[in-house]
T-cell receptor, first 113, second 116 residues
């Protein structure tokens, strides 16, 4: 089956710094990727839809200037958490879509100290 | 708007017991997909099943079975003879069918603990 990778799997950063998370589709091309966030013991909530070559679409309440999404190629989308704060600590999961099937990455656990 | 409700927040069973996880959904779409995912402590989502709205047949896969009833908008998941390795959070999810560019809407999840 199709494989989606995320890097890094875990990251700890200091408050005020920026963190970039990569989401790659390894064996297929994905025109659309989704970014979800999951706080501890909560559900996955869609943050944004990332389309190759165009601007991302953010869900209501998600700050586009804080969560920068770039989908520069058909196999890579990046999420940059700018000026991270402890409340941004969460599990970030991407998914990539290929012919109406969605494949999830293994997730990135971000801890902001 | 689409919505998925998993009323059971946590369930605890003794090994070898059967357990059913409930899922009720709301959608205005006449065609849609329903999913179940398992999330072990590692966090990675494990795909269990995808069912489209045209197919109401129940499905069995080993110890897992799913009961889809459009009349009650439910898509329940049963684990037979539960094992400790089944301990995880289980999510039910919903998406549009065939439209592409469509994210999943997840329920809040049910945490299953299977005790030896």
């Amino acid at each position: 089956g199709a494989v989606v990778s995320q890097h890094p799997s875990r990251v700890i950063c200091k408050s005020g710094t920026s963190v970039k998370i990569e989401c790659r589709s390894l064996d297929f091309q994905a025109t659309t990727m989704f970014w979800y966030r999951q706080f501890p013991k909560q559900s996955l909530m869609l943050m944004a839809t990332s389309n190759e070559g165009s601007k991302a679409t953010y869900e209501q309440g998600v700050e586009k200037d804080k969560f920068l999404i770039n989908h520069a190629s058909l196999t890579l989308s990046t999420l940059t958490v700018t000026s991270a704060h402890p409340e941004d600590s969460s599990f970030y999961i991407c998914s990539a879509e290929s012919t109406y099937e969605q494949y999830f990455g293994p997730g990135t656990r971000l801890t902001v100290t | 708007a689409q919505k998925v409700t998993q009323a059971q927040t946590e369930i605890s069973v003794v090994e070898k017991e059967d357990v059913t996880l409930d899922c009720v959904y709301e959608t205005r779409d006449t065609t849609y997909y329903l999913f179940w995912y398992k999330q072990p402590p590692s966090g990675e989502l494990v795909f269990l099943i995808r069912r489209n709205s045209f197919d109401e047949q129940n499905e069995i896969s080993g110890r897992y079975s799913w009961n889809f009833q459009k009349s009650t908008s439910s898509f329940n998941f049963t684990i037979t003879a539960s094992q400790v390795v089944d301990s995880a959070v289980y999510f039910c999810a919903l998406s549009e069918l065939y439209s592409g560019n469509t994210p999943l809407v997840f329920g809040k999840g049910t945490r299953l603990s299977v005790i030896a």
